[in-house]
């Protein structure tokens, strides 16, 4: 029996997983479950955001399923004690390196994107997003200058077996789609992104089915909002990678509707959707928990195979939003609960 491990988190977190937990369950798929804090909830009940048995649990686990992390009573704290910490542990832990953020438009919801109607309407793209390396886990510190002033630092750097990895499954992820595949980087400033670029180019020579084009992220920021129909698969480093797909959200409709795998390559995976503990929302009951059932979907198919269940819970979020079930950052007035009702009735 599969064991799934069920992260909540802080903030929105627990309400969100909440609602996935039950299209998991309504689906009756022999899952076996085992919860455990992560993030500030963990801080404040085990003194660390990433508990040895936390993190010794997402270890045994087939999949993980997370909610979100972040608490703003924990901002002044040492680094390593914050809430993030935790998943930027788990996914360094894990060694998972390859996240996939699909971002389409869902029907209907072309009045809740930012952009025109038929500019939105085109929206269907995966970003992967390296998530092992870059500036994210470079040394960092702060430091007194000779002269006395205040200085952080963080160094940003990628080597060439970090860059093929994420590569391959850039290509490998455009030729199960449209063929196309876009490199984002910043290579006429950083030699990070140079090198990022030269190997992406090595790689593509076993891809020749692949249509590979370069884009300076600058210019992909802009590209997303002008034309996001262009893009089938962006791959891109880890900040890059971030900070887009925030942004490819909002195309689409809005950050409540995004999912992410989290991948080793082997098979294993946590599953999260791509926003954050929301404290602006938090405990209210606002939160669109859609992005945490897709992300369970993904769980599905990724993890376990299970690519006809996948499809269900899919077609499920589909049928309600096209139902007209929406919440608040829909343009709706549902409440967290109302939606996952929505889409456990359109399991049928
Ligand atoms: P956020 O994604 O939490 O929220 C940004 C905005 O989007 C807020 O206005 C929020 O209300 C809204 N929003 C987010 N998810 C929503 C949902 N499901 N439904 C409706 N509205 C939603 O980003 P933030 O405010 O910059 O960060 C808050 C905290 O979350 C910080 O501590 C940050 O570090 C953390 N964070 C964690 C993760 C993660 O756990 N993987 C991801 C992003 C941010
Ligand atoms: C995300 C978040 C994380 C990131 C933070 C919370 C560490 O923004 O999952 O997108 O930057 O990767
Ligand atoms: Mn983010």
Not at 314 to 319: G, K, N, R
Request: proline residues 5%; aromatic residues 6%.
């Amino acid at each position: 029996m599969p064991l799934i491990a069920i992260l909540p988190g802080d903030g929105i977190g627990p309400e969100v997983t909440a609602e996935a937990r039950r299209v998991l369950d309504a689906l009756d798929l022999g899952l076996s479950f085992e919860e455990a804090p992560v993030g500030g909830a963990a801080y404040f009940s085990a003194g660390h955001p990433l508990p040895p048995a936390t993190l010794d649990l997402a270890k045994r686990a087939d999949a993980i399923l997370f909610g979100a992390v972040g608490d703003p009573r924990c901002d002044a704290l040492e680094r390593h004690l914050r809430p993030e910490q935790a998943i930027l542990g788990l996914r360094k832990e894990l060694g998972l390196f390859a996240n996939l953020r699909p971002a389409k438009l869902f029907p209907g919801l072309e009045d809740a994107s930012a952009l025109r109607p038929e500019v939105a309407g085109a929206i269907d793209m995966v970003i992967v997003r390296e998530l092992n390396g870059d500036v994210y886990f470079g040394e960092k510190g702060m430091r007194t200058t000779a002269s006395g002033r205040r200085e952080g630092y963080d160094i940003m750097s990628y080597d060439e077996d970090e860059v093929a990895r994420i590569a391959k499954v850039g290509f490998e992820t455009a030729r199960v789609r449209k063929g196309k595949l876009c490199s984002v980087d910043k290579a006429n400033v950083l030699e990070t992104s140079q090198l990022w670029r030269d190997v992406v180019i090595e790689i593509s020579a076993q891809y020749p089915d692949i249509a590979l084009t370069h884009m300076y992220v600058d210019n992909a920021a802009m590209q997303l909002v002008r034309n996001p129909g262009q893009f089938d698969v962006i791959v891109t480093g880890n900040l890059f990678g971030d900070i887009l797909s925030d942004q490819a959200s909002m195309c689409a409709g809005s950050i409540g509707m995004l999912p992410s795998a989290s991948l080793d390559g082997s098979g294993k995976g946590l599953f999260e959707p791509i926003h954050g503990s929301a404290p602006d929302i938090a405990g209210q009951g606002k939160a669109n928990p859609c992005a945490t059932i897709l992300s369970a979907a993904m769980l599905l198919r990724y993890s376990l195979g299970m690519d006809a269940a996948a499809d269900r819970v899919e077609s499920a979020v589909t049928a309600a939003l096209t139902g007209g079930a929406r919440t608040a950052d829909l343009g709706g007035t549902l409440s967290t609960a109302a939606m996952g009702d929505a889409v456990v009735k359109a399991l049928g």
